[in-house]
């Protein structure tokens, strides 16, 4: 019994890291394919353009990235998030397949790539104000606020820059929800370990 509960506690606790794995796939992508394009500049680039299959010789890498990243988040979102804020998993599982669609359907394929894009930064958003409301999390409504004024900002020419500026930092800032939707389930998954391993011991020591 206890061995079987040790299993079931290491498989959980897997799925709960996968909330930090799966974002973290994507950046280490997104930093190589720009660290081996000397060509890439965010005063004049998308991040998509690093994923052009004829133009980009690291579409593979930030292709692949993006795949595996999305892939990972909608299980996390599924097995994990589900549990602790449902109606943010379900956000946040479109988020992650419209994530996985952004590398599948690349700028090759014109108005799909934009399309796919744009449903994929609209729904990090709808994710991250769903968050707040539900877990009444500040940090959520902080992080809409910073990814929504970014691209305000840009859009009214504030700044200068490409694309690629206020995609990294509305993406950064839905990140933050999820990694503290990671920690928060990681804190309670332990304190139920704990309790759990407490009223077994306990009626070991009955038995006894």
Same mark, same amino acid.
């Given at each position: 019994?206890?061995? *079987? *509960?040790?299993?079931? =506690? ?12 799966? #974002?973290? @796939? ?7 394919? @720009?660290?081996?394009? #000397? ?17 980009? !010789? ?14 990972? /988040? +909608? ?12 109606? +943010? ?33 609209? &729904?990090? !958003?709808?994710?991250?104000? /769903?968050?707040? /409301?539900?877990?009444? &999390? ?6 809409? +606020? ?12 504030? =700044?200068?820059? !490409?694309?690629?500026? #206020?995609?990294? @930092?509305?993406?950064?800032?839905? +990140? ?21 391993? !407490? ?10």
């Amino acid at each position: 019994m206890l061995i *079987r *509960r040790r299993k079931e =506690y290491l498989r959980d606790k897997i799925l709960h890291l996968l909330g930090i794995i799966g #974002p973290l @796939i994507a950046y280490i992508a997104i930093g190589l394919s @720009i660290y081996l394009s #000397p060509w890439f500049r965010w005063e004049s680039n998308a991040l998509s353009d690093l994923g052009h299959a004829q133009r980009s !010789g690291v579409a593979p890498i930030f292709n692949f990235g993006l795949l595996a990243s999305g892939f990972l /988040i +909608t299980i996390y979102s599924v097995k994990s998030l589900s549990e602790y804020a449902k109606y +943010t998993s379900m956000s946040l599982t479109f988020s992650a397949l419209m994530l996985q669609a952004v590398a599948a359907f690349d700028e090759i394929y014109g108005d799909l790539h934009f399309l796919v894009s744009i449903l994929f930064f609209v &729904s990090i !958003g709808f994710s991250c104000i /769903i968050y707040s /409301i539900e877990k009444k &999390s500040i940090l959520a409504a902080l992080a809409f +606020t910073v990814g929504l004024s970014s691209w305000i900002l840009y859009w009214a020419g504030l =700044y200068k820059s !490409g694309v690629a500026v #206020p995609e990294i @930092i509305s993406a950064v800032a839905a +990140t933050l929800c999820i990694v503290q939707s990671t920690f928060k389930i990681l804190n309670a998954h332990r304190n139920k370990s704990f309790s759990m391993h !407490g009223h077994t011991g306990s009626n070991a020591h009955k038995r006894s």
